[in-house]
């Protein structure tokens, strides 16, 4: 393999002239050029970057001595011509093994603030990120690339299974490993590594891969392929490790905004009492509370709660009379959150909803791990009218995203906005 690396500062790639990457190189592996894309430029001065258009500070990389040192690079092949940049794809396993099986890479290593467009658009096949960061240059990036593709090529690492048990390789992140002394301040290899039974090391090997995964990228389960026994195995582990949790609803009625953002109290709405009460049943909440300080109000509530739980309504229909057992009304919030505290000796933490949410938000997916995480009770508090007012969310422990679908519409009604967050939360 042939490996080009273009960039400013050439003395930057020391790393690939030491322990394997060397040993690839000595032996002919592995042929890497650093090429100073300076060379390549043809005015008096050498300029490789100039300022950028449309304003805005820094200075980009311009395109022509990037396109004469890839055309010199070129000689009739067709390269990978990689650009690394934060914008670009995260870089992973998969994609190494792939430019592992080419012949030739040319990896284009920015700097400043990046490269002109141009350039990028007429010559990459790949654009990669390292990662959710931003670092100063590219070389870095190029070197970890060059790394990690280099010890994928054959004889590069020696043992060629060495590379195949690693992490990634199997869709899981690698077990832990030991080496001598057994006991080393008190801590003893396990034992069953000690003991040469080569089922019994495979099988816990194979735990210990996905304990790991389970904790740190619980993301790479989803497409790592898996036994039943190793679903097993992670259904035993959520089952010890997650915490009891509860989740309450609260619809609440006051204090919500109406269409000019003035505070107010809404009414009830026949439909928010049955259909969330069902869902929230569904969903196995543990409590749906009508937030509602007009007494009227709360009087008809009570009127059409009772005819569903001991009226004509129970015997009729006793499905409903289920769902409707956990709702409880009550004239303020404060009177939900004792009523949790009073009933399971926690005080809740607030989950807050809403269309137009800004300020700190939690995705669903994080929210449904810390419950499960730290355990305890939650109230997730909608509003009615216009919305939680900014009292309300600014007091909340969380708030989640807002929902979005396809379309810029966003106005669901509150009882479909509860379905969703539900199902989010709480569906298998
Ligand atoms: C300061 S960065 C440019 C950042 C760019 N203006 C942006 O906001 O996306 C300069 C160069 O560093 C390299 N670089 C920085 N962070 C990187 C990352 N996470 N992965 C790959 N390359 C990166 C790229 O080659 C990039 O062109």
């Known amino acids: 393999m042939k490996i080009d690396i273009l960039t400013l500062f050439p ?17 002919g592996i592995v042929e890497i050029n650093i090429i100073n894309i300076r060379d390549y430029a043809t ?81 990459a096949t790949d654009i990669f990120s390292l990662g959710d960061f931003v670092m100063t240059g590219g070389e870095t990036a190029a070197i970890a690339i060059t790394d990690s593709v280099v010890r994928l090529l054959p004889g590069a690492l020696g043992d060629d299974m060495a590379a195949v048990e690693e992490s990634f390789t199997t869709g899981l992140l690698e077990y832990p490993q030991y080496t001598r002394p057994p006991v080393w301040q008190g801590c003893e290899v396990p034992p069953v590594l000690q003991g040469g039974n080569h089922a019994q090391i495979a099988k816990w090997r194979r735990r210990q891969s996905l304990k790991t995964t389970y904790h740190n990228r619980p993301d790479l389960l989803q497409t790592a392929s898996l036994t039943t026994e190793d679903i097993a195995y992670l259904g035993q582990l959520r089952q010890a490790e997650e915490q009891p949790f509860r989740l309450h609803a609260g619809l609440l009625h006051y204090p919500v905004y109406n269409k000019k953002k003035q505070v107010i109290t809404t009414s009830l709405t026949n439909l928010d009492l049955h259909d969330i009460a069902r869902a929230a049943t569904t969903y196995a909440l543990s409590s749906y509370y009508l937030i509602q300080p007009i007494d009227s109000q709360r009087e008809l509530m009570a009127t059409l709660l ?62 449904r791990r810390l419950m499960a995480h730290e355990g305890g009770d939650y109230l997730l508090l909608f509003g009615t009218g216009y919305g939680l007012t900014k009292e309300i969310t600014d007091m909340a422990d969380f708030r989640l995203c807002p929902i979005y679908g396809r379309a810029g519409y966003n106005h669901l009604s509150v009882r479909s906005a509860a379905a969703i967050i539900f199902d989010r939360l709480l569906g298998e």
């Open 11 to 27: 003395e930057m790639f020391a790393p690939l002239e030491h322990s394997i990457i060397k040993r690839a190189r000595n032996a």
């Open 306 to 367: 009772a005819h569903w739980q001991t009226g004509f309504g129970a015997r009729y229909n006793p499905d409903r009379e289920q769902a409707l057992s956990i709702v409880q009304i009550l004239p303020q919030l404060e009177d939900a959150i004792a009523d949790i505290e009073k009933r399971y000796g926690n005080r809740p933490r607030i989950i807050v909803t809403g269309a137009n949410l800004d300020q700190k938000i939690t995705s669903y997916q994080a929210m």
């Open 43 to 123: 005015d008096k001065h050498q300029t490789t970057d100039e300022r950028l258009y449309g304003g805005g500070s820094g200075m980009v990389m311009k395109p022509e001595p990037l396109f004469a040192a890839v055309s010199a690079c070129q000689q009739g092949d067709h390269p990978r011509i990689i650009i690394t940049a934060p914008a670009g794809k995260t870089y992973n396993q998969t994609a190494a093994q792939e430019l592992s099986q080419e012949g030739h890479l040319i990896i284009v290593c920015g700097h400043y603030e990046g490269i002109d467009q141009r350039f990028i658009d007429k010559c």
